[in-house]
Structure formats: C-alpha cells, structure tokens
C-alpha cells in the first residue's frame, strides 16, 4: 500500500493568487490537533491483511517498521541503520534500537519473525504474502510445501535480525516499509485471535500514535501521540482527528467552516478551487483501471474485445471533466516515477508508453471495428456485463462516465453495480466480477509492484488473464536477471508494453489528490509510499 528518478513528490502549487469565496480557512481550535478526512473506512489493522491505503495510513500513523520514509529519503527507524546487503546480495542484519510496545513491553527482533512467519503461513491469508517471495523458503511455505519455521529470517539476539534471500532483490530495503513486515506483538496476537486488528481494543502499537475510538466500521476515529514511541521528542502534534467524508462538496464545507484541515476535493469542486491559496496537488504512485475477468465473462479472453474497450475511452475528457483534480492520463499500469531506465534516464512508464500509444489513445472508429471482430470471433451479436466500482460519489461518477462512453459499441450494455470498497475488494479476489474498476498503489519504488500482478498465479490478477512469456520476463526480472540492472529492465519494459499490446487490463488515469490544506501546516513530509510522515510535523 507503496519513491526519485525513482520517487514520487508532493507538488505544491505555489504562486497562485487566492480568488476563491475563502482566502484562508479559520484557525483550528487546539495548536496540538490536526483533522483530516479520508473517503473510505478503515478495513483492518492486521498489517498482513491491509489491501487499501486507508488503513495503511493509519498504520503507518501507530506502528513501525525497520524504516520511514522521510520525504523521499529511506530513514532508519527501527533499525538503528540502513542496511547494506552482504557481499552476495543474498542477506542482510538489522540492528535494532531499544523501542517499546504500547503496553510497555519491548520490541524486539523475535516480534519481526513472528509477524513474517505468519505472513507467509497459507492459514493466515495475506493478500500480501506474495512480497515475501525473494525471502528463502518463502515460495516453498506459500505453496504448503515447506513450514513457516524454515522461512529466512531469524533473531540472531534480542536486537540483531537477519534475513536470508533465494535470490538478490535489488529493491529489498525499501520494502520494508511496507505494514506486511511490520513486526507484531506476539502476545496480543494470540489473545485476540481472529479479531486482531478488527477494531481498536484488540491491537497494540509501537509507532508514533495509538488508534482511538475506532470500533471497526465507523466513519471517525482519532490517533494520539504514543508516550511510548521510541522517537516521542518529534512527534509535535498530539492528536490527529479522522472522518470519512465521501462528497467533495461537503468536504469544502467543513474546511471553509475549519472543521476540517485537510480536504480532499474532486470534479467541479476541485476545478473551481485551483486558486484557492490553500490548494495542494498530491502526485501519487497509484494508477486506476479496468479488469476484464475472462473466467467469468469468456468473451474477454478475445484481445480485440479488450482493445475495444481500451480505444472507446476518452481518456483526456474522463480526467478533466470527470475526476478534475489534475489525475493524469495513464497509458501504461505502471504508473510514471518509480524507475528511470538506466542508461538514458528516461521514465520507465513513459519509455514504455511510446510503442503502445495507439492501443490507450481515443479511436472510437477503430473501437467500433474491432468490437465487431472480436464479436464474431466468439459467435456474439451483443454482450452485456456488470461493471462494479466502489460507492463513492467520485467513483459513481466514473462509472457513469465509463459506462457511457462503453455502451457506443454495438450491442454492448453495461450496468453499474456501487459497492462499498470493501465488499468490491473481497469480490475481485473472490473472482466474483465481471468488469471492475480498480486501482493499485505501488508497495515499493519498482515497475515489478505493478507488473507482478498479472502473473498467472497472483491473487490481483483480478483479470485472470495468463501468457506464459509474460510470466518468464517477470520471472527472470525478479531471479537470474536480479543483479544485472540494464537486463532486469529490460525484461520489465518488455512485459509491460506485453501487457499493453495484450490490453490484459486497460489503463484510465494515475492519481493526483487535490487537497485544501490549512496553512498551518508544516515540515509534513509525504512518502513514495503515498503516506503521511506526521514524526516531525509541526502547526504553527
């Protein structure tokens, strides 16, 4: 749920004049508290669990891992140093500081290999398991063949961890920030069982926050400062207020009455407030696009009915009329800023854009044709599909758009089916869609967190869609082409444009966050990760 040259940045938007109805949003009441909205609950703080990026967020507010991300900067945490691999790429030792658990007990390397072990272990059911894949013996224990005891990792003492790989994973350290290896607290764990992580009494913390008043499906809840967080001295802010708001105008409302601090706004909302001096546009490394499940709707396996698909968006209008908010065209599912190819710098998702632009470029003409192909091909005169999204106004928004913009080919009928996050979530992994809008965002700063997806044994390939030589690129980028940075590129540019010229997903935008942010604010720093870094963040 997470980069220069390899890294995603915030973009101020500075200079502009301030001709919005409001010139500043009133001072907050407490100098200690911020408040912020997000869209969506909190799914889990299971931190082998979490799939979205609210509930990574607030992790990433109430618990640590080996690092934080400091801006773009990779920065110890608690790991007392950033670690170097050993001579052969295939190990690394973490030193940890002394640091505690909210209840007071130490962190110590054992908690990193419980919490990894059971990760991994197939009776857990991690959406996020598959990141341990380079560790050894991990592939061995997803696939039941192997038990979680043998995984890599091991306390060497009670502050030295060290991690054995299979094979060089040139991207391993900034992994780590990922909540999947976050450490847990094995007692708590163990008392609450299965409801770990569901509400906040079954969870305990050793990051900058504890999480307060959330019972596991209300629309707010607060964090507030960890008197026993390891680095307590820079947590400036005490409290951080969160609500779920799902509509942009009231969003504005409760900043223009400072009920709010942060507002996240879209659409027409956001178009008319691009000069209010208070506005923010935040460049994220997540991208939004349709998966086309060809097990339950065999007509997808057709690559002209997907091309079809693809080439009847008009991409530039959906953006800026519909989203408003700045998102940008994506024309690839990687989305721009996480690589640079190594000899000419230039941007991974651009370089690999260049060859398949007619396939995401608007051709209504050619979408018409290719629709009519495909059907005849599969013995169809029509085809009908549900197209589900999440039950967000944005997100019925895009649906109606999309849904428009599909049913001008010929004997298409698409019907819309909103669905809360959760419920679209658990059905794409289930299987149970047809046509879905989805979105992912990059766990680390690497193209393969994007193409790793659409392997034929991910459980994201919401798609379902299998080419062999598109498994053999992502396999060789990820084993015997690791430790060779030009070939390893290579072969991730070659599956992506694969990926594009099969239209295995079609690709809508990259998200760029439009925000009102109290001016209050500052030395807020936001991740690769697409996170807040409240340590160190002060209100004036």
């Not at 190819?341 to 396939?359: E, N, R, V, W």
């Not at 109290?518 to 340590?535: E, G």
């Amino acid at each position: 749920m997470i980069k220069k040259g390899i890294g995603i940045i915030v973009l101020l938007v500075m200079g502009l004049a301030a001709c919005s109805r409001q010139t500043h949003a009133p001072a907050a009441k407490s100098p200690t508290t911020w408040s912020r909205m997000v869209k969506e609950v909190i799914q889990t703080q299971d931190p082998a669990r979490i799939v979205d990026a609210i509930s990574g967020q607030t992790m990433v507010d109430t618990m640590e891992g080996l690092y934080r991300y400091q801006g773009n900067q990779l920065e110890p945490a608690l790991a007392s140093s950033v670690a170097k691999p050993s001579a052969d790429g295939l190990s690394y030792t973490y030193h940890l500081r002394q640091s505690q658990w909210s209840n007071g007990e130490p962190v110590v390397a054992s908690d990193f290999v419980y919490a990894w072990r059971r990760a991994v272990t197939p009776a857990t059911q991690s959406e996020n398991a598959y990141l341990f894949a380079g560790i050894k013996n991990a592939n061995q224990i997803m696939a039941k063949q192997a038990a979680p005891q043998t995984l890599g990792v091991q306390a060497l003492d009670a502050h030295t961890l060290k991690v054995t790989l299979a094979h060089a994973v040139p991207y391993f350290n900034t992994m780590m920030v990922n909540p999947v290896f976050y450490p847990l607290n094995q007692k708590a764990v163990e008392r609450y069982g299965k409801q770990y992580g569901s509400q906040a009494r079954y969870i305990v913390n050793n990051g900058p926050y504890t999480l307060k008043g959330w019972h596991g499906t209300n629309n707010s809840w607060y964090e507030v400062k960890n008197a026993h967080y390891w680095n307590a001295k820079a947590v400036k802010i005490h409290r951080i207020n969160v609500q779920v708001v799902k509509d942009a105008n009231a969003a504005l409302s409760l900043f223009n009455t400072g009920k709010l601090d942060d507002a996240q706004l879209y659409g027409t909302t956001a178009q008319k407030e691009r000069h209010n001096k208070h506005y923010q546009a935040l460049k994220q490394g997540r991208t939004t696009f349709l998966d086309m499940n060809e097990q339950q709707v065999p007509a997808f396996k057709n690559v002209k009915l997907r091309q079809a698909l693809s080439l009847a968006i008009d991409r530039q209008t959906f953006v800026g009329k519909v989203l408003g908010d700045g998102s940008l065209v994506a024309h690839t599912l990687t989305a721009e800023g996480l690589a640079q190819d190594p000899k000419s710098g230039k941007d991974f998702a651009t370089q690999a854009a260049q060859p398949t632009l007619d396939q995401t470029t608007y051709d209504l003409t050619r979408a018409k044709r290719l629709w009519k192909e495909g059907l005849r091909a599969v013995g169809k005169t029509q085809l009908a599909v549900e197209l589900m999204s999440d039950d967000t106004a944005q997100a019925k928004q895009s649906a109606e758009y999309l849904q428009a913009a599909l049913e001008r080919l010929p004997g298409f009928k698409v019907t819309i089916v909103s669905v809360p996050f959760k419920t679209r979530v658990a059905r794409s992994l289930a299987g149970d869609t047809q046509l879905v809008i989805s979105s992912w965002q990059a766990d680390f700063p690497d193209p393969l967190t994007f193409l790793d997806l659409y392997t034929a044994d991910n459980d994201y390939n919401f798609s379902r869609w299998q080419n062999s030589q598109y498994d053999r690129l992502i396999q060789q980028a990820k084993t015997t082409d690791a430790a060779n940075v030009e070939q390893r590129y290579q072969d991730l540019l070659q599956a992506q444009t694969l990926l594009t010229q099969q239209m295995a997903v079609v690709p809508l935008y990259q998200t760029v966050e439009a925000h009102l942010v109290a001016s209050r604010m500052t030395k807020l720093t936001y991740s690769p990760a697409n996170m807040y870094n409240f340590v160190g963040a002060e209100l004036r």
